[in-house]
């Protein structure tokens, strides 16, 4: 442990204490040079595992007197994805003004990918990371970050101490869109939604259970679709519902690609004039279908800018308590989300 209680990275004389061998021969062995033995590199690596020993591949010409890289670590879902996509672009033009470079990657909500990107932006010795956690596992980033890596998690916040966050409003913008569809006369409001492990899941879902509590509708648990991964899937969910004895009015879809889905599948069938939406996240062309889709819009470049200053702040040694900052996010009215029931 350092002076911070951070934990002190282990070095090649480390290993070479650990395998009994010389500095040297530590660095031939992980260079992968001749000159050893394999009893040799076979001591020298396993003493590496036993350490946690890794490597850094930034080398020290390039570094700046200041022991920094000049570069940070991006580590989002799915960077396809619009809204992780311009999340990324909002981190970029924020660091670019600190000449800092930004080195991207998508843990596809995979734990075992998550780690393996981690420990790649740790070896070259990133100084700071931006991560958006892999749904329900963050240990692989609590030990990073109990490394002593700057970190800051976006559109989830951690489950272990010591690290900043920015998400936005999640249930409350959800709540937001049950009661704007309750309004309107619609009684039979369905939820569609992502994966159930991802915090952002369970905060939107809660805001749909919370807005039915607060206009007094009953929870018709034949209204609600979740794990519902990408367009297909949320297509098939949003068939079935269509198909119920009493199909919804109304639906409310709790994640752009989700919402995607839907509109397919209400397109299809001709019933996008009849069956109203409201889609959290906003998505191209969103505001050019007819209708034009209502949604709860984030405000991405606000998120990506908040998480940017974060991490940039820490990695310039702020030792200030973390900060949960949270940016609201809209209701943007544009014509499916105002649809009145069939009479």
Do not use: C
Not at 5 to 15: L, Q
Not at 32 to 45: F, I, N, T
Request: aromatic share 4%; net charge negative.
């Amino acid at each position: 442990m350092d002076a911070r209680g951070a934990r002190r990275e282990p070095t090649m004389k480390d290993v070479a204490a650990l395998a009994q061998v010389s500095t040297k021969t530590v660095s031939r062995v992980i260079n992968d040079l001749p000159g050893a033995g394999p009893d040799v590199v076979e001591r020298v690596r396993a003493a590496a595992r036993t350490l946690g020993y890794r490597p850094n591949l930034t080398a020290s010409s390039l570094r700046r007197s200041d022991k920094r890289s000049a570069t940070i670590g991006v580590l989002f879902e799915d960077l396809s994805n619009p809204f992780d996509a311009a999340l990324l672009r909002a981190v970029e033009d924020r660091a670019r003004q600190n000449d800092v470079l930004v080195l991207a990657g998508s843990n596809e909500d995979d734990p075992a990918l998550q780690r393996e990107l981690l420990t790649s932006l740790a070896t070259r010795r990133v100084d700071g990371i931006v991560a958006m956690a892999a749904g329900g596992h963050q240990d692989a980033l609590q030990q990073e970050r109990e490394r002593g890596t700057p970190m800051v998690l976006v559109d989830r916040p951690p489950t272990f101490d010591g690290t900043d966050s920015v998400t936005t409003t999640n249930r409350d913008s959800s709540r937001e869109a049950v009661l704007h569809l309750a309004e309107r006369g619609h009684r039979r409001i369905a939820f569609l939604g992502d994966r159930q492990t991802l915090w952002t899941s369970q905060e939107r879902y809660t805001g749909y259970l919370e807005g039915l509590a607060h206009t007094g509708l009953t929870l018709r648990k034949q209204l609600i679709r979740t794990d519902l991964h990408g367009p297909d899937a949320a297509e098939t969910a949003t068939a079935a519902l269509l198909d119920l004895d009493e199909p919804p009015t109304a639906l409310f879809t709790a994640q752009n690609l989700v919402t995607v889905g839907a509109m397919r599948t209400l397109r299809a069938r001709d019933l996008h004039h009849r069956i109203a939406l409201i889609g959290f996240d906003d998505f191209p062309l969103a505001d050019m279908l007819e209708p034009a889709v209502t949604v709860l819009r984030q405000d991405v470049p606000a998120l990506g800018r908040r998480a940017a200053e974060l991490i940039f702040t820490r990695i310039d040694g702020d030792q200030s308590p973390p900060t949960h900052a949270v940016i609201p996010a809209t209701l943007v009215q544009r014509g499916s989300g105002e649809i009145p029931p069939a009479p």
